[in-house]
């Protein structure tokens, strides 16, 4: 498909995960078409990581509260449903104002499909497996190889329906100078940082499940400083703060607590700086992979294969002598398969892919 001088709009809103796992799907496609005009639709949260991206012509933020979220509260589905009706009336508006020639929906799901059909006209393509009638919408679905069964992998196939295939240059994400510039300062406010390897930690994610223990987190922690002389910088957003307090309580060490002190914008730039990531099945785990930066990965109730940090050097710890890996609960009252990793385990990982950095890299680009 010929998109030269086209207007095409990706439909992909969330999460911070997903929206990352997309970016290789629009390099590709302003790299072989470089008049298209690309738009994107993504929850307001999660535009940081797209801001600085020159491959993006518009960014169209909406605020649609999640229903999924454990902090969701009661009346999240209300709430939502009165977000989505809001969304769907300014959207056609605009839409009807600029309408675009192409919508690729990689959302896959009922809402992304009425996203997209406020774009009038336009040719709708979506993945024929979607769940939640989303492939009712589409004029094209498209198949998956179930041979790779990776969230990045799926993605290409736009890529490759579109007859532009991607290269390894385009799975990046592209950091902010600005944001840069200001992770530079604050880091600079901290003399454990000077002449030190960072370890960017991060504990947090939105299920209870993904959850290492505080107690490991925090014997990691004095491990990384005391025997790796390690910078560890524990980040997470402003919600995530007291929880990472507790793990700095309990540490030895004096570690840097990032949590709700930086953007977006800013944590991609500090996990771009950083010389290892080490943390749970999260969003800023796959933002180090697409920024070079190796990472350590404990998983549990996700699978790896589906969506661990995308491609070479690093490493997913996980207890694979468990028959419940990749249950994909959200709640559970035995959480072995995180609480069975030791902090001891992760060190080890770790400090090796620390050791395979060589000294003078360059932390930012």
Same mark, same amino acid.
């Given at each position: ?7 095409? /709009? ?24 470089? &008049? ?19 491959? %993006? ?25 009165? !977000? ?21 929906? @990689?959302?896959? &799901? $009922? ?5 997209? /059909? ?6 709708? %393509?979506? $993945? ?13 679905? /498209? ?17 490759? $329906?579109?007859? =532009? @295939? ?6 990046? %994400? ?23 390897? %960072? ?74 700086? !950083? ?23 404990? $998983? ?23 028959? =419940? @890996? ?10 072995? =398969? ?28």
């Amino acid at each position: 498909m010929d998109l030269s001088a086209k207007r095409v /709009l990706i439909v992909k809103p969330s999460s911070l995960g997903d929206v990352v796992h997309t970016l290789p799907v629009v390099h590709a496609i302003k790299r072989c078409f470089p &008049s298209a005009y690309v738009g994107w639709i993504v929850q307001k949260a999660f535009a940081g990581v797209l801001e600085a991206d020159p491959a %993006i012509d518009e960014i169209i933020p909406i605020s649609i509260p999640s229903t999924s979220d454990p902090h969701a509260g009661r009346g999240a589905v209300p709430k939502a449903l009165a !977000a989505t009706v809001a969304t769907l009336r300014q959207l056609r508006r605009r839409f009807r104002r600029r309408p675009y020639h192409v919508v690729l929906d @990689l959302h896959a &799901s $009922f809402r992304s499909g009425l996203l997209a /059909l406020a774009n009038p006209g336009g040719k709708r %393509i979506g $993945f024929r497996d979607a769940k939640e009638l989303n492939p009712l919408f589409q004029h094209h679905r /498209l198949v998956t190889d179930p041979n790779k069964p990776h969230a990045v992998d799926k993605n290409l196939a736009f890529a490759e $329906f579109l007859g =532009c @295939l991607v290269t390894a240059d385009d799975f990046r %994400i592209v950091s902010d100078p600005g944001a840069r510039a200001r992770v530079e300062r604050f880091l600079g406010e901290h003399e454990a940082v000077s002449g030190r390897r %960072i370890v960017y930690a991060n504990p947090a994610a939105r299920w209870t499940t993904k959850y290492w223990t505080v107690e490991a987190w925090a014997e990691l922690g004095d491990l990384l400083i005391s025997q790796a002389a390690a910078a560890v910088v524990f980040a997470g957003s402003a919600a995530d703060a007291r929880y990472i307090d507790q793990i700095s309580e309990r540490m030895t060490e004096r570690p840097i607590v990032a949590a709700g002190k930086l953007s977006l914008a800013e944590a991609v730039a500090l996990i771009e700086a !950083a010389d290892v990531y080490v943390g749970v099945d999260s969003g800023p785990m796959h933002i180090a992979a697409f920024t070079g930066t190796p990472v350590v990965a404990l $998983f549990g109730p996700t699978e790896p294969a589906k969506v661990g940090p995308y491609g070479d050097g690093h490493k997913v710890i996980r207890k694979t002598d468990l028959d =419940c @890996l990749g249950c994909r609960l959200r709640a559970c009252s035995n959480r072995r =398969c995180l609480e069975g990793i030791t902090a001891r385990e992760v060190f080890a990982e770790t400090v090796a892919l620390l050791e395979a950095v060589p000294d003078g890299v360059e932390r930012t680009q």
